[in-house]
């Protein structure tokens, strides 16, 4: 029953590095997106897709690119990793039906320095 | 931007003690839900609203979608321990797939 998996749990990377966070869902859901949470801002949403081979942009998408060759992966690469990027990744998942609840993996914490 | 106001932004109650917390917005939407996360985990969705007015119940939990679709309420009876974490309102743009959450309410309980 593995739901919304998330690797790595933690990561530290230098200022323009460069890095895939990966997410993966079992549940055969149409809809993925990518979340970062800072303190005091709650959520923002920095891409999503409806389906395979199709995305869109978030509130957030500026330094970050998707892709969605397949229903279950939904990966999210940082091509040039900056400081302001250092935030808590959450990645999450629905059925593509309107009202369906997202469920969420338990995050990628990612420290630029 | 569009924004959820949450209040209040942190409380301290007591073991036994009820809770109340509500989400409020300029704008209307019309499907409210409400997430709580725990310490080094990702939220879990506690409650969703999909009527203007409707209260809805999970437990100790009981959510109200506000009869203006500009706010929501959420409600815990006789807290515990395990209520400790964050409480999140979000929201559904309306004809999109997208999601705004607010910035949450942070409930701490004492024994």
């Known amino acids: 029953n593995a739901g919304v998996t998330q690797t790595p749990k933690f990561q530290v990377l230098k200022t323009g590095q460069s890095m895939t966070l990966q997410c993966a869902q079992d549940?055969?859901?149409?809809?993925m997106s990518w979340y970062r949470q800072d303190p005091g801002m709650g959520l923002r949403l920095i891409h999503y897709?409806?389906?395979?081979?199709?995305?869109d942009q978030g509130e957030v998408p500026n330094g970050y690119n998707v892709s969605r060759s397949t229903t279950e992966d939904f990966p999210l690469r940082l091509l040039s990793a900056a400081p302001s990027q250092t935030s808590v990744y959450f990645c999450a998942s629905r059925k593509g039906r309107v009202n369906q609840p997202q469920h969420f993996g338990d995050g990628t914490r990612l420290s630029i320095l | 931007g569009q924004q959820l106001n949450q209040s209040p932004q942190s409380m301290f109650i007591q073991e036994g003690e009820d809770v109340s917390m509500n989400c409020t917005s300029s704008s209307i939407f019309n499907t409210w839900l409400w997430y709580k996360q725990d310490p080094g985990e990702g939220p879990v969705l506690l409650i969703a609203l999909y009527k203007a007015g409707e209260l809805t119940s999970n437990g100790r939990l009981t959510a109200q979608f506000g009869t203006t679709r500009k706010d929501s309420f959420l409600n815990i009876s006789a807290s515990i321990p395990s209520d400790v974490g964050i409480y999140f309102c979000?929201?559904?743009?309306?004809?999109?797939?997208?999601?705004?959450f607010g910035t949450g309410t942070r409930l701490k309980v004492l024994a």
């Open positions: 897709s409806v389906g395979a081979g199709i995305t």
């Open positions: 549940m055969n859901h149409e809809y």
């Open positions: 979000a929201v559904r743009l309306s004809g999109t797939y997208k999601y705004i």
